[in-house]
C-alpha cells in the first residue's frame, strides 16, 4: 500500500472517529440532578447511623496483622469492611455523586438490622461502632444512600458471613 493510500485512510478513520465521539456524547449532569440508578428496597426498620470520620492515615486495612479488617467489599461508588476487634464497621465514599456511601450490616441471629452512613465526601471514609454477639455472622451490603429522598442505591455488592469474632 502506497504511502499516500494510508495517510487518505488514517485521515478518514480519524473524522470517523471524531464524528461518531462528538455525536456519541452524553450532555454534561446539572448540578442539581441525582446522578442515575436503581432504587434499592431495604427493610422499613433499618436503625440508620451516621459514621465518624477516620482521619487520613487511620484507615482500616486487611492486611494488619494485629486488628485486621475483613469482608472488604466494594462497588466503583464506595467499599466497606468489618473489624471484629471492637466490632467496627468501616464506610469509604469513592465517588463525589452527592449520595452518601453505606454499609448495611445483617446478622444471623435476629438482631435488628443497622447501617453506617457516611456523607463527609468522596476520598474519606467514616467508622461505626457497635458491640455484636461473639458467637454470630454479620453480612455487609455496601451501597449508597440519598438523605434527600431517603432512598438506598445501587451500586451494591455484599461480602460473605463473617464472623464477629474474627476467628
Known sequence: ?????????????SAITFAL??????????????????EVDMPADL????????????????GSATHPCIGYTTTYASSGCFQPYGDVFYV???LADGRSAAVGVFTDYGRAKQACVFSLGAGKTGKC??????KGNVKLEILLYDR????????????????VDGQ
Open 21 to 38: 465521539s462528538t455525536f456519541g456524547v452524553s450532555p454534561v449532569q446539572a448540578d442539581d440532578q441525582q446522578p442515575p440508578g436503581i
Open 1 to 13: 500500500m502506497s504511502v499516500n493510500r494510508r495517510i487518505k485512510f488514517a485521515v478518514a478513520g
Open 129 to 134: 461502632d457497635w458491640d455484636y454477639w461473639e
Open 92 to 94: 469509604t465514599d469513592l
Open 47 to 62: 436503625e440508620i447511623t451516621e459514621a465518624t470520620e477516620v482521619p487520613k492515615g487511620s484507615e482500616p486495612s486487611s
Open 148 to 163: 434527600a429522598t431517603k432512598g438506598w442505591y445501587q451500586p451494591e455488592a455484599w461480602s460473605d458471613w463473617l464472623p
